[in-house]
């Protein structure tokens, strides 16, 4: 099984985070933050990751530490699951619909990490969660995971069903990428023998 787990502490975060790659979208998430609770569950379900998030954060002071480091600690466990990536499919692209939204997602377990973000929200808050938080989840968790990330939401008026609709799609894009390809063998998916650089 492959398995990674983070826990850290500082003045900001209290954090612990685990996750199964070959596991079967269970999850126990608690952030503080309802929505962004919503939107991790929602990731491990369609992807089929289990994951743990546990966060204690200065929420007193605001919902940006703690919204970072549920990204940086889940990307870490991710890439510590990954290993040395041998046999994985890498690459992973999902159309997810969600009513009249329709989110875009492609990724690419590269070790380059960069985040194409073009979404847009009309209301500054979902829930208790400010809504200019979710691009810096993403950012974080590819930054983290060594993700090449592209996110496109080709059109949706409902913000909710942007959001979601983007999470489910990150979700079924991951799981495309970070299952084993049976044909691939133990080879790492790149002509220079590594992923990364």
């Known amino acids: ?37 919503h939107m991790i569950e929602q990731f491990s379900r369609h992807s089929l990751i289990d994951v743990t998030c546990h966060v204690k954060g200065d929420l007193h002071v605001d919902q940006h530490h703690t919204t970072e480091d549920s990204a940086i600690a889940l990307g870490q466990a991710i890439n510590e699951a990954l290993g040395d990536k041998k046999g994985i499919t890498r690459y992973g692209t999902a159309y997810s619909p969600m009513d009249e939204a329709l989110a875009r997602v492609s990724l690419d377990i590269s070790g380059r990490p960069v985040l194409i973000w073009k979404a847009e929200f009309t209301q500054p808050r979902l829930g208790e969660m400010d809504t200019e938080l979710f691009e810096h989840w993403f950012q974080s968790i590819a930054q983290a995971a060594g993700i090449t990330l592209h996110i496109e939401c080709l059109y949706g008026s409902n913000n909710h069903h942007i959001i979601e609709g983007i999470y489910k799609g990150f979700a079924r894009a991951m799981r495309s990428a970070v ?19």
């Open 1 to 37: 099984m492959r398995t990674g787990s983070i826990a850290r502490t500082t003045h900001e975060t209290a954090i612990k985070v685990s996750v199964n790659l070959d596991g079967t979208g269970t999850y126990d998430v608690s952030t503080g933050i309802g929505f962004l609770d």
């Open 179 to 197: 299952e084993i390809d049976p044909r691939k063998g133990d080879a790492v998916p790149s002509t220079k023998g590594i992923l990364g650089g």
